[in-house]
Antibody
Framework: EVQLVESGGGLVQPGRSMKLSCAAS????????MAWVCQAPKKGLEWVAT????????YYRDSVKGRFTISRDNAKSTLYLQMDSLRSEDTATYYC????????????WGQGVMVTVSS | DIQMTQSPASLSASLGETVTIECRAS??????LAWYQQKPGKSPQLLIY???SLHTGVPSRFSGSGSGTQYSLKINSLQSEDVASYFC??????????FGAGTKLELK
């Protein structure tokens, strides 16, 4: 069974940093691109970043470029999102998602982790 | 960036009814479209990919169709467990991958 379990969220002050983790199991992690997708309270879904199966390529939405870094440790089957210079508008639930290879729709999602940026 | 316009924003329907949700892309996305269901307090779940292919385990009352810039999700014989928000997503042209704003489906 595919499982994605996020951790690391919480309350953080504007301008500070936070690192999210996503532990994957039930599939061969290093065969799949992975992504982070966020959802502000009562809002829609917004793609944040994607990393290729081997970590060689990364893509970001414009609003997080230069502030967020997606990375992965294939030996640990874990995906990360380092979030720096956080802003109030980054407040959202962050989901880890598996991207189906060749097409990049998101076929499995984690339960999500809430990040609140507030003083 | 490709914009995804989803309609309606909300929908109220009765048990057993057939409902349709539309998604329009700002340019041709060549069937690079997925539909997701998100129940209250839960994470999104994939329903349809490649515009019309049913994801593993999804009931056959869900179906997707369309081409070019116009796509739709149809739910036949609405069940109570279908109460959820539904989102479309294009993955033909990225970055960024873009989602529709969502449709909230409620029971009448």
């Amino acid at each position: 069974e595919v499982q994605l379990v996020e951790s690391g969220g919480g309350l953080v002050q504007p301008g500070r940093s936070m690192k999210l983790s996503c532990a994957a199991s039930g599939f061969t992690f290093n065969n799949y691109d992975m992504a982070w997708v966020c959802q502000a309270p009562k809002k829609g879904l917004e793609w944040v970043a994607t990393i290729s199966y081997d970590g060689s390529s990364t893509y970001y939405r414009d609003s997080v470029k230069g502030r967020f870094t997606i990375s992965r440790d294939n030996a640990k089957s874990t995906l990360y999102l380092q979030m720096d210079s956080l802003r109030s508008e980054d407040t959202a639930t962050y989901y880890c998602a598996r991207a189906y290879y060749g097409y990049d729709y998101f076929d499995y999602w984690g339960q999500g982790v809430m990040v609140t940026v507030s003083s | 960036d490709i914009q995804m316009t989803q309609s309606p924003a909300s929908l109220s329907a009765s048990l057993g009814e057939t409902v349709t949700i539309e998604c329009r892309a700002s340019e041709d996305i060549y069937n690079g479209l997925a539909w997701y269901q998100q129940k209250p307090g839960k994470s999104p779940q994939l329903l349809i990919y490649n515009a019309n292919s049913l994801h593993t385990g999804v009931p056959s009352r869900f179906s997707g169709s369309g081409s070019g810039t116009q796509y739709s999700l149809k739910i036949n014989s609405l069940q109570s467990e279908d109460v959820a928000s539904y989102f479309c997503q294009q993955y033909y042209n990225y970055p960024p991958y873009t989602f529709g704003a969502g449709t909230k489906l409620e029971l009448k």
